[in-house]
């Protein structure tokens, strides 16, 4: 048999109106991947400052250009972090964002896509959630998304907006020499069309709802 396969999301409380629902929201997500199979382990700054890099994490982190709010930035970096901190050898796991209702990606799938070549990024072009990745991956990751952030940064330094999601521009990390980190952090190719639905801002902003309300409409037609 088979052992459980973790499904991981980072949350941290932050204060304002647009992240009200958040706190709430992991519970359901909690609800809703445990329904299928999964092991939803729910990781925090606990873990984070626990890694070697946290210290020069939380300095350099606010000094890159942002347009979301200063702390949200920051949870999008560290939880890289705790991710690195809690995965351990020998083991593969799913890195979700709360905000993803899993329709039927169960952990079988997930260990027929998983790769200890390459990152697997399921569903979407350029972002850099949710992925299968294992020990290795994970431990590698951090570094790479720094160092390759800070280039870019002097690259573009009329960027606005820097987020967690760079290291995936696999033609920046060729030109600026980082090829030893290709075989780790290239997306998984082809890309996975998983069975999951992703509440971003703008589709549910977009569409006069809050997540809450369509992540209840989403229970309702597929299950809890």
């Known amino acids: 048999m088979e052992p ?12 304002g109106e647009q992240f009200d629902e958040h706190g709430p929201m992991v519970q359901s997500w909690r609800r809703n991947w445990s ?3 999964w092991v939803p ?19 350099a982190v606010p000094r890159l250009a942002s347009i979301n709010h200063r702390d949200y930035q920051r949870a999008c970096f560290v939880r890289w972090l705790a991710l690195a901190e809690i995965l351990r050898p020998g083991e593969s796991a799913v890195f979700v964002d709360y905000d993803v209702f899993n329709v039927s990606f169960t952990p079988a799938d997930a ?3 998983a790769s200890p070549d390459q990152v697997t990024n399921l569903h979407y072009g350029q972002c850099s959630q949710p992925v299968i990745l294992d020990y290795r991956q994970a431990q590698a990751l951090p570094a790479v998304l720094m160092e390759l952030t800070q280039a870019l940064n002097q690259e573009r330094p009329e960027q606005q907006d820097w987020n967690d999601m760079s290291f995936w521009e696999a033609d920046k990390k060729r030109s600026l020499g980082f090829a030893r980190y290709l075989d780790i952090c290239l997306p998984y190719v082809p890309e996975v069309e998983a069975p999951m639905i992703h509440l971003s801002w703008e589709a549910v902003d977009g569409a006069g709802s809050r997540k809450s309300q369509v992540w209840k409409e989403l229970e309702a037609l597929y299950g809890t």
């Open 4 to 15: 459980a396969m973790k499904a991981f999301c980072y949350y941290e409380p932050i204060a």
């Open 111 to 113: 260990r027929q896509l």
């Open 41 to 59: 382990m729910v990781l925090t700054e606990v873990q984070a400052r626990s890694h070697a890099a946290y210290r020069r994490w939380s300095s």
């Open 35 to 37: 329904r299928l199979g």
